[in-house]
């Protein structure tokens, strides 16, 4: 559906000049300093059930309710806000002035507690807003979720006229028999218009409804001006994760960026010699997982070994992602080391360690979603089993000292998949200033 | 080895006041104007052999080389540069000043052959700056590797106390043996040095030794600091990827970053609910590939179909890396389809096409790969039977035509990836703004 779509081209289907958007669609948005929905709950997305993994603590919303009542604030944060977060702050229009209200006192209880958004914006997968807020949010973990100070994210992706053409091709084809005024109101329903401008300043509208800060990756320079425009029009605080390094590379290659979003067409994805390696690595690693086919441990360039529930399968996935061939092989007390794991190179070997209690309660978990009877529990997860499977890897992590032993308590995966990399990648190049390069 | 590292402490390993780092260690550099080492070749790394993926065609290398000469040019960068490409650029001290010498004219030929360099320093794990730099060269790629001007990455990860401090008690435990003077000596020959403010600073020098630019993400924020002054002392143009959006997250929530990177004491990453989730899924999806197990296919979050390399398992893998349990079902000719897979919910069932000659040419390199003799080859990858089997897949799409049907031809897994989130949310929440939602 979508591959006859894609193919069609809309000779009529042009792009309007970007610097006239934000005018036309101004006069639609009138800011909700009154809320027309009083309950913060329906407030945020009238028409949008809360996806699985948003769960609030009942307790939490009646307490950072009550709280809010208490001290005469607004759970639902006004539209204007204290400070756009732009790293180049233009001089504000009157009419913007006008929009914005004076700078607010924060309100560090019950607004703090009911869960503060981040809009992400991309035309292209979102991928980069998503890591790079991830990665930030890192700094904060000691007040998010468990702490009081909840953060909900909303990843928009795909805001351009490429995705807005396919969607609405694939809808036309599928629809051709439709009047265009139903046509229109089907995709309206749908919450699209047109223009990916127009979805862009809905999001952005949104936010400023929600109280929400945006992220935005947008390669289109007058999709990414609008945004700012948009932006510091309705007093969000926004931040352009895209731009700055763009900018910089551009200069630093002395090349223009080409403004095309991934997926765009004209932006075709290369059959490279990586792409094909990355997938050859895939299939290598899930068939050579938990020590299946040890006669291949040759072939790989980096074999994790170690206890079970150390991480072996979710690191070696993530190593194949990125292109390495990974094999890793179990040990179990009782049960012999395939020999080829002694006959290759030592220094692709990486053994792999957890402290004790935490295994424990790994294997707990593991055992409780297997659905194990007690019996087979106690085996796999009591402590003195536990223990003494870790002694038995200690003794064979020490009967060959050129396997590097990672210590995996506490770190995420891509954690200690850097660490591996380092350490494959110092070994291998025996260089003064380890580095994993790449070329491109 | 790490493990009893990591649980050491070390109580007179303090970190020096950042304030000092640059002013001690300005006199150990002197800006390489005139280079030591007259071949470009043996200047970039001396004693650091090119990793694997790092093959540069040797007639472009002529071909630039001999620009190069013809023009005048050197193809070493000198160390001082145009612009330094700090959003906010501070006010610079008359040192710096002599330090820098006046705007160079750039050089668009014989140097953009010869290929530019970026490096990437972070005290984490490194994939944000990968990430992000990744997503903004993306935007070059109609000038890259295969256009004439290549682009080469170096990350240097871990450039933080903790590593540092790990990696010293490591050898520390392993040579204990050894006098300080040894232990320092074999330190140096690692290319370590105790201090992460060093590392960075020797990696800032190579950087303008090497005429690349700088991509940092130093949640330490005197690093970050010791970075910006060092870039701006050497005329490395350098962007801070981390900070903008970490203040921009920390005014919006009203707290500030605790400023420890991926992987430091006390930064724990804990055993959470997402955790175990991306495990099981991880797990879930390799049993599943290649359809096997079809009774699990109820258990499935998103399903996959398609005929054979359209790239559905490193897209099931992709997606499993998400937290999604995804199976996929290959679609072959005289190949029962399993009766389960019309059986589930049709709403997560997503069909996969691509372009016959595309696919041809895949399966004709996998077919390589894989040893296939002549006959073989012929029916799996020859025209004919790739047209037959894609038109037996669309038959089954048209049967089932609550299956969206993505065209993957020119697609990264990443990009398939986000479109099939986009569909697999919207579908589930039927949403009047479709989004990806996540609460920290």
Known sequence: MMASASRL?????????????????????????????????????????????????????????????????????????????????????????????????????????????????????????????NAALGQFDYCLVDRGCPVNTHLFSG??????????????????????????????????????????????????????????????????????????????????????????????????????????????FPLSEEYFQRIEAIEFTIKQDDGALPQNLQKADIILTGVSRTGKTPLSIYLAQKGYKVANVPLVMGVALPKMLFEVDPEKVFGLTINPVVLQTIRRSRAKSLGFGDDARSNYSEMDHVRKELEFASRIFAQNPAWPVIEVTGKAIEETAAVVLRLHQDRKNKCSMPRISKRY
């Open 9 to 133: 081209s809309l000779s009529n289907f042009h792009r309007p000049p970007p610097s006239t958007t934000i005018a036309e669609l101004k006069p639609t948005f009138t800011p909700h300093t009154q809320p027309t929905n009083p309950t913060p709950e329906s407030d945020a997305t009238p028409s949008c059930p809360e996806p699985r993994k948003l769960k609030p603590s009942p307790q939490l919303n009646r307490w950072s309710r009550a709280r809010a009542i208490r001290s005469g604030h607004k759970l639902d944060r006004p539209v204007s806000r204290t400070k756009a977060w732009e790293m180049d702050p233009p001089a504000r229009s009157p009419e913007t002035e006008v929009l914005q209200s004076p700078p607010r006192a924060r309100d560090d209880d019950g607004e703090l507690a009911a869960g503060k958004s981040i809009y992400m914006v991309s035309d292209g997968t979102g991928w980069t807003a998503e890591h790079s807020v």
């Open 159 to 268: 805001v351009s006229w490429h995705f807005a053409r396919g969607l609405i091709l694939l809808i036309f084809c599928l629809r051709n028999a439709i009047s265009k005024s139903l046509f229109i109101r089907y995709l309206r329903r749908l919450g699209l218009k047109f223009s990916p401008f127009q979805r862009l300043l809905e999001i952005i509208k949104q936010a400023a409804k929600e109280g929400a800060m945006l992220v935005y990756t947008l390669a289109d320079n007058s999709m990414a001006e609008s945004a700012r425009q948009a932006c510091r029009l309705w007093g969000v605080p926004s931040t352009d994760i895209l731009s700055p390094i763009t900018e910089a590379i551009s200069s630093h290659l002395g090349v223009s960026p080409s403004g095309l979003p991934r997926g765009a067409p004209g932006r075709n």
